[in-house]
C-alpha cells in the first residue's frame, strides 16, 4: 500500500530555535495533515491541507502541500518547551474522492526534544 | 464535553486469552476506526467503519475483529491474542465522511505475554 517517509525521526534542539520536518510519498496524496502526539496521549490534529501549493500557519506552525502532491512539511518557529512531542503526517487515500473513504496513512513520525 | 473513551487503557494478558478494548464517543459522528501505534512505524490502520453496521479493513487487520452495532461504540476484539499484537492502540473517530479529521482516544497499552 502507500506509503509515507517522515524526516528526521527525532530531533534534539534548544528552545527559541526553529524547527523543520518534512514527509514524502511515493505515490501523490489529496490531502496532507500534520498531527501532535503529547507523551501518553492519543494525536491531535494541528493542520490539515487541501490543494496543492497550499501554505497554511497556526500560531508558530506552518505547514505546506507540495506542488508534486508528493510531500509535505511542517515548520515550527521558536521552539518552546511544550512543543515535545511526537509530529506525524497523515494523508488520505488518493483513492478516495472527496477525502472519503477511511482510510488514512501515517508517517514514522518525528520525535521533538526540546531542551530549556 | 466531546470525548472519545477507551478501556482499559493499559492491558496485561497471556497468548490465546480473547480480549476486546472498547471504544465510545459522545459525538455522533459516523466514522470510527482503529490503529495501533508501534516504534518507528507510525500508526496504522487496523479496521474503520463508514457508520452502523458498515466496516472494512484497514492495513494491518489480521487477528482482529471489529463490529458497529451502534453508533456511539466501536469495539475492537482479539480473539487470540499473539506476543506480536502488544502494540499501544488508538481508537479515533470522525464526522460524516470527513475522514481528513479524525479526534483519536488516550490510547490503550495491550502487552501480550
Known amino acids: 500500500g502507500q506509503q509515507l517517509n517522515q524526516s528526521p525521526q527525532s530531533m534534539f534542539i534548544q528552545e527559541g530555535e526553529d524547527v523543520s520536518m518534512n514527509c514524502t510519498s511515493s505515490?501523490?496524496?489529496?490531502?496532507w495533515l500534520w498531527y501532535k502526539q503529547d507523551p501518553g496521549e492519543g494525536p491531535v490534529l494541528l493542520i490539515a491541507l487541501y490543494k496543492a501549493g497550499e501554505l497554511t500557519s497556526n500560531g508558530r506552525l506552518t505547514a505546506q502541500f507540495g506542488i508534486t502532491r508528493k510531500d509535505s512539511f511542517l515548520n515550527i518557529s521558536a521552539s518552546i518547551p511544550s512543543d515535545v512531542g511526537i509530529y506525524f503526517c497523515a494523508g488520505t487515500d488518493p483513492n478516495m474522492i472527496y477525502n472519503q473513504g477511511g482510510k488514512l496513512i501515517f508517517g514514522q513520525g518525528t520525535e521533538l526534544s526540546v531542551k530549556p | 464535553e466531546a470525548q472519545v473513551t477507551q478501556n482499559p487503557r493499559y492491558l496485561i494478558t497471556v497468548t490465546g486469552k480473547k480480549l476486546t478494548v472498547t471504544c465510545s464517543q459522545n459525538?455522533?459522528?459516523?466514522?470510527m476506526s482503529w490503529y495501533r501505534q508501534d516504534p518507528g512505524l507510525g500508526l496504522r490502520q487496523i479496521y474503520y467503519s463508514m457508520n452502523v453496521e458498515v466496516t472494512d479493513k484497514g492495513d494491518v487487520p489480521e487477528g482482529y475483529k471489529v463490529s458497529r452495532k451502534e453508533k456511539r461504540n466501536f469495539p475492537l476484539i482479539l480473539e487470540s491474542p499473539s506476543p506480536n499484537q502488544t502494540s499501544l492502540y488508538f481508537c479515533?473517530?470522525?464526522?460524516?465522511?470527513?475522514?481528513?479529521?479524525?479526534?483519536f482516544g488516550p490510547g490503550t497499552r495491550l502487552t501480550v505475554l
Open positions: 479515533a473517530t470522525a464526522q460524516g465522511a470527513r475522514t481528513d479529521t479524525q479526534y
Open positions: 459525538m455522533n459522528h459516523e466514522y
Open positions: 505515490s501523490i496524496f489529496n490531502t
